[in-house]
């Protein structure tokens, strides 16, 4: 199995930056694309930035494209979401997935792990 811990999450002003990090341990070497999503209260979970397996393809969500960058470690087991210029509709709790398959999907149902998420508040 694998576990995924996600980190990083705070409370910001808009404008400001935030770097999250999730942390894979287990079999980690079954997995191929990592990525992130989030969820508002009272919304439905979205996909927001995912990565393949050499850092070769990713994608993103329209409303995040040129503020956020989605990267990975692997040597770390790491994947990380470089956060700029956020906005109050930023604020949800932020999850780590993982897949086994190396598409860099947006569809939940294509992951095989999540993270228990970290909340991002960013204030007005």
């Known amino acids: 199995q694998v576990q995924l811990v996600e980190s990083g999450g705070g409370l910001v002003q808009a404008g400001a930056s935030l770097r999250l990090s999730c942390a894979a341990s287990g079999r980690t070497e079954t997995i191929m694309t990592m990525a992130w999503f989030r969820q508002a209260p009272g919304k439905e979970r979205e996909f927001v930035a995912a990565?393949?397996?050499?850092?070769?393809?990713?994608n993103y969500v329209d409303s995040v494209k040129g503020r956020f960058t989605i990267s990975r470690d692997n040597a770390k087991n790491t994947v990380y979401l470089q956060m700029n210029s956020l906005k109050p509709e930023d604020t949800a709790v932020y999850y780590c997935?993982?897949?086994?398959?190396?598409?860099?999907?947006?569809?939940?149902?294509?992951?095989?792990?999540w993270g228990q998420g970290t909340q991002v508040t960013v204030s007005s």
């Open positions: 990565v393949d397996k050499r850092a070769v393809r990713t």
């Open positions: 997935a993982a897949r086994l398959g190396s598409i860099p999907s947006d569809r939940q149902s294509h992951y095989d792990y």
